[in-house]
């Protein structure tokens, strides 16, 4: 029998904090006289009353999760969260469905970005800055997820990461709380400078606060229809993808230099390599600018950089119409929205990592190739990569490619054409926003698709978010024999 009594008291806990969050938006309809924040208040009430429901019927002074048990809790709250974040959607001037307002909420805590919401000029305020606060709330979530539960489940090679980031020898509780708060800290600190630097840059208060949460969240979440068009500034564009570049840097590193250790941030392989993508992604689309569509070599290096960027970080801001660039800059675009940034940052997709652990590979059976008697060892940041990883690694990279095939079929039978439903299923499963096309291109809204359409992308945000394995592990029967070891 699985002991769901510490999961669901975790719950309590979130839905609380999801509460106090609510009175946020309230207070910012209630100041600019939205008669909203009655909504939010309600919202916020219901929330706290269920959360603390669940705290006081679930203590227990035997707290032990087993694999099986980390893992309910882990969907549990990133099923129940999302439903408890549409209530101001529905009951709000929107008035949006509940399958508009779950997959909206979905979106925001996934940090995925797509939206089903016209006239974001004209919403509410408080609305804007739930929005907004949904994806920076997810994105610290999913930090802290991603280098405490995740790397114990030993899910798709993310246990490379479980030794630097907890194991500290009989002081491991204290050492992760110490790195949660330090990562809070942070994540607090660059969206305050953030928001700081685009205010100065021309947006109101309430634009800079909402755009500071999408951007360090890598979210996408915007305050207009038009997104970061409609401010038409390189200076805003220019702040955003530093921000942008920053959400997918791990965030562990950023802990570190808060400990003078600076060298891990500029020596870290993958940090390296995300870079590296991005600047030679980026040259070659400017390139194609300059050279294709007779773009100004000022104009490329303004577009390219910031679109490759919020693609790659799965971010999905879009500062013009790219899908008007031709075949070139769309495949370019398409095949980074598989990449995603580094393991521990808000970043979506596959993630650099895996990428790097599979060239290591390749390399070395081209090496044996040519000398079939000779030795040679995979590494990964100078070190030994374990078979457990890298089998791992592949598993990863099988279930995603197959998730997405299965989602992009699915999507088809709800009535959508092959080419919106390609970029419909990449842009869900690496959680990145806009997709491809007059529907849902970066102009576009997934307004008009069908509900079944908006359920299975609801299903693929978090398949993605949560690294596949997490959702698709409870469909095995071995999952839920007896016998799971304990994590904590």
């Known amino acids: 029998m699985i002991d769901l009594r510490p999961a669901l008291f975790i719950l309590g806990f979130m839905l609380v904090a999801l509460s106090f969050s609510m009175c946020i938006p309230a207070i910012v ?49 990133w099923t129940v969260l999302p439903l408890f974040a549409s209530v101001p959607f529905i009951y709000s001037d929107l008035s949006l469905s509940l399958t508009d307002a779950y997959f909206e909420s979905m979106s925001g805590l996934t940090t995925t970005g797509s939206t089903v ?9 408080g609305i804007l800055m739930w929005r907004g606060f949904l994806q920076w709330f ?15 489940l030993r899910i798709g090679g993310l246990q490379m990461f479980k030794v630097e980031a907890f194991d500290v020898g009989g002081r491991e509780k204290p050492r992760m709380a110490l790195i949660s708060a330090g990562i809070t800290l942070i994540f607090i600190v660059l969206t305050f400078l953030s928001a700081v630097a685009l205010w100065l840059a021309g947006m109101s208060g309430l634009e800079a606060t909402v755009h500071a949460m999408t951007t360090i969240a890598t979210g996408g979440y915007s305050t207009s229809d038009a997104s970061i068009k409609h401010f038409n500034s390189p200076v805003i564009e220019a702040i955003i993808t530093l921000g942008m570049i920053s959400g997918g840097i791990p965030f562990l590193l950023y802990f570190k230099c808060l400990q003078g250790n600076f060298k891990h941030l500029f020596y870290d392989s993958q940090v390296r390599v995300y870079l590296g993508i991005i600047f030679f992604s980026s040259l070659a689309l400017s390139g194609w600018l300059v050279l294709v569509t007779g773009y100004s070599l000022f104009d490329a290096l303004r577009y390219a950089p910031f679109n490759v960027v919020s693609i790659m970080t799965g971010t999905g801001y879009a500062s013009t119409d790219y899908t008007l660039w031709g075949s070139f800059p769309i495949g370019l675009l398409f095949f980074l929205t598989f990449v995603g940034g580094c393991a521990g940052s ?44 890298i089998l791992s690694v592949w598993g990863f990279f099988f279930l995603f490619f197959m998730i997405f095939a299965a989602l992009s079929l699915g999507l088809t039978l709800t009535g959508l054409d092959l080419v919106t439903a390609l970029s419909s299923a990449a842009t869900a499963i690496s959680n990145v926003g806009p997709g491809f096309g007059p529907i849902v291109g970066p102009s576009g809204t997934f307004e008009s698709l069908h509900d079944g359409a908006k359920w299975l992308l609801s299903a693929g945000m978090l398949t993605g978010r949560l690294e596949v394995f997490t959702v698709i592990v409870i469909f095995s029967r071995t999952f839920w024999k007896e016998g799971a070891r304990v994590i904590s």
């Not at 919401?117 to 305020?125: E, F, K, S, V, Y």
């Open 117 to 125: 919401i016209n006239g974001l000029d004209t919403a509410p305020p």
């Open 346 to 389: 808000t970043a979506c997709g596959i993630k650099v990592f895996r990428f790097q652990i599979l060239y290591a590979m390749a390399a070395v059976q081209i090496r044996r190739i040519i000398y079939p008697h000779a030795v040679f060892v995979p590494r990964y940041n100078g070190s030994k990569i374990e078979q457990e990883i």
């Open 29 to 77: 309809d209630f100041t600019m006289g939205n008669l909203d924040w009655e909504v939010f208040l309600f919202s916020a009430i219901l929330c706290l009353f269920t959360g603390i429901a669940l705290i006081l019927t679930n203590r227990t002074k035997d707290f032990h999760m087993s694999i099986r048990e980390a893992v309910v809790m882990t969907l549990l709250i």
């Open 138 to 152: 997810g994105g610290l979530g999913i930090i802290v997820m991603s280098i405490s539960i995740l790397p114990k």
